[in-house]
């Protein structure tokens, strides 16, 4: 098998005295989609956050591609984060090409790129219009656009369908699908099991900051006797009214 892109062993992440992530390990592989699966507060987005070198993990090691995340691996990553980070004042298409470039492109690659994917995603008449005046479900398609130019080896993808209307959403999955096709990995942070059922290859699910559950999508349902992954995410998230109920 292939060295992982992503390597987790140990990470513990501790911030103003409060326990984030404990003992955290897994690994992510060039070609698969990962489900990184927990409610609001389980330490999902403090990993991500970490493994980019955006917080510095208490203990443990994170490497991407076999190192440790440094910025000029930026054309290896390519992250869509829950909270968009668009400069609205800018047009698409010159935000888009700045993005490339910050990636490594020419001027002209990044706009070769861009304009097809514009195209795409029914954007091509927004090229030059400022980011502003899209609606949300159109900042999200610029957003992904953004991420996966340069095609990066690995995708972080946080929430990506939250806004989308059902076209939009399989347009998205569908362009996830081709990436994967082509041998990207996929970090996939969603709250839609089904989503996950149609997308994942393995996955992980967080309960504050501790790994419950780890491994493909059929050895998870095995593991806790379930028929779909949402039922195993609601055991797990619903054990203190279960032993209640036993108790």
Known sequence: MKQPIVSIKDFHLVINDKVIVKEL??????????????????????????LLGIYQATGGTLHVDGKQYTPDQARV??????????????????????????????????????????????LADKANVKIKKLSGGQQQKVQLGVAIIGGPKLLILDEPTKGLDPVNRKLLLDIVDELQQKGAAVIYITHLMEEVERLADRLLILKDGTARAYGSV??????????????????????????????
Do not use: C, W
Request: charged share 30%.
């Open 25 to 50: 390990s897994f690994d992510v592989h060039p070609g698969e989609v990962f489900a990184l699966l927990g409610a609001n507060g389980s330490g999902k987005t403090s990993t991500i956050r970490s």
């Open 77 to 122: 990553v390519g992250y869509l984060p829950e909270e968009r980070g668009l400069y609205t004042r800018s047009k698409v298409l010159d935000t888009m090409i700045y993005f490339g470039e910050l990636k490594g492109l020419s001027h002209d690659e990044a706009k070769e790129f861009s304009l097809a994917y514009l195209e795409r995603v029914g």
């Open 218 to 247: 059929a050895e998870v349902k095995k593991q806790f006797k379930s028929k779909s992954i949402e039922d195993v995410f609601v055991s797990i998230y619903d054990e203190k009214s279960s032993e209640v109920a036993h108790g």
